[in-house]
């Protein structure tokens, strides 16, 4: 009870909710004397929360910190038990406490108004209420934003085009994970290859390719993409649609009667998606097709881009499906 009296007297002097002038009546609860000293504990604690939670906002937004992880943990839960402690000291020195045990009748609309008064009168010892309500308004501020500083995570939120840009454009070269350029003539029907763009960082989210030849007479690309497979030669996102897995399986038909076509796999939720038909879903929980990457052949044989993603790559979100992929320049 002491507890919950601390916590509504703390928000009646943040808010500063006006005091309704009631004629003079008798105390129910005895007026305590003042204890600077247990204020200037609390304030003490709210300040500390409030460098404790800006502490993980900032460490949360540099990065790169060795030991980032364990650091976070130890400011967000310093913050924590200097809030508690506030409230245990604020209970235990700052609030009258008067205790009364009696049974309450039915109805009892006067009792209500005692325990009313009772509360009100618990914060009379406090002396120094626009440095409380000013230090807790600090903290609690500071505290807001640790929390919902970890949202940012989500994804970019002033910068969403990111998502969108890939570092393919008409004519960039096909390359291996050691930069030597991919000819046609490399990839080989039933196998599974890897590729990225050339110039570019393998670490975009949009420069690694899938690269497997099909018989052209079982393509069936969706309308507008006849040349996009010169040769059978077809390349998609190696990044999962669903959750951002890399997609590292490439099914081969040994059973017909069982594995109708060849497909791409995803290891990690076993989505499953056509590389014949333009990477649609066949099975799993992705809920997009895989973006496809036209291909063109130059004068030495060597595998091109014919332009740009057919949707942008990576994993889907809100409204993914009403933007096509762009090319970065940088």
């Known amino acids: 009870m002491r507890f919950l009296i601390a916590i509504w007297v703390a928000i009646k002097t943040l808010a500063k909710l006006p005091r309704v002038r009631r004629r003079r009546r008798e105390r129910i609860v005895p007026t305590g004397p003042a204890d600077t000293g247990g204020e200037l504990i609390v304030v003490g604690f709210l300040l500390a929360a409030a460098a404790f939670a800006i502490a993980f906002v900032v460490l949360y937004a540099v990065g790169g910190i060795a030991g980032q992880t364990q650091l976070l943990g130890i400011t967000l839960g310093g913050a924590l038990l200097c809030f508690a402690g506030a409230f245990i000291v604020a209970a235990e020195r700052l609030v009258v406490t008067e205790e009364i045990e009696e049974p309450f009748p039915e109805p009892h609309p006067q009792e209500q108004q005692t325990v009313t008064q009772i509360v009100e009168e618990s914060g009379s010892r406090l002396t120094r209420k626009r440095l409380l309500g000013g230090a807790a308004a600090v903290a609690g501020g500071a505290m807001g ?8 995570s989500f994804g970019p939120a002033l910068d969403s085009h990111l998502l969108l840009e890939t570092p393919w454009r ?19 029907g039933g196998s599974f290859y890897t590729a990225f763009a050339e110039g570019a960082s393998h670490d975009l989210i949009g420069a690694p390719l899938v690269v497997v030849r099909l018989p052209p007479e079982q393509l069936k690309l969706p309308r507008g993409r006849r040349g996009w497979a010169p040769e059978g030669i077809v390349a998609y996102s190696k990044v999962c649609t669903h959750a951002s897995c890399s997609i590292a399986l490439y099914r081969k038909p040994t059973f017909a009667d069982v594995e109708a076509r060849p497909a791409l796999i995803c290891p990690c939720h076993y989505s499953t998606f056509d590389p014949a038909a333009g990477g649609t879903v066949l099975f799993g929980p992705a809920g997009r097709d895989l973006p496809q990457l036209p291909l063109m052949i130059d004068g030495q044989g060597n595998l ?27």
């Open 304 to 330: 091109r881009a014919g332009g740009n993603f057919s949707g942008p790559p990576g994993p889907s979100w809100w409204g993914v499906r009403l933007w096509k992929a762009r090319f970065r320049p940088r």
């Open 145 to 152: 934003a640790a929390l919902i500083a970890p949202v940012a």
């Open 170 to 188: 008409r004519g960039r070269r096909l390359v291996r994970e050691d930069n030597v350029p991919v000819k046609a003539s490399d990839i080989e």
